[in-house]
């Protein structure tokens, strides 16, 4: 009974580990808005276009031997920790994540689609 006290006294749950939380009266809410401002602010895309779906219809990758490498670390993991409340984007950053290891910008310009279309969907949780 203490410890039920204790939690009331905190007050309302509104971010857990960089989730947010919305207390609803059917349930409750869990989204990252907040981290996916921070994501198109990190990679300079405020006032990116917005796109309907995070990949493309016709998106064929591939390891892309051929393609110009970019810096890894540039973008390794970034959109990974938002699949925890994002499973719309599920598919397209599990393909991106498959050739995190030897990045090209064919691969990078894949990621920066899945940015768009959260440019677009940023209210979008669970």
Do not use: W
Request: hydrophobic share 35%; glycine share 8%; proline share 3%.
């Amino acid at each position: 009974m203490q410890g039920e006290f204790e939690m009331s006294m905190m007050g309302e749950l509104t971010y857990f580990l960089g989730l947010q939380v919305k207390q609803l009266k059917h349930g409750t809410f869990l989204y990252q808005s907040k981290y996916c401002f921070d994501l198109l602010k990190k990679f300079k895309m405020e006032d990116c276009k917005e796109v309907a779906t995070p990949i493309a219809t016709n998106c064929l990758m591939d390891a892309d031997e051929a393609g110009q490498p970019v810096d890894s670390t540039k973008y390794r993991g970034s959109l990974l920790y938002l699949i925890a409340s994002r499973p719309d984007i599920q598919f397209g950053v599990g393909l991106c994540a498959r050739f995190q290891a030897n990045p090209k910008e064919s691969h990078f310009k894949a990621e920066k689609r899945i940015l768009n279309y959260l440019k677009g969907t940023t209210n979008v949780g669970l």
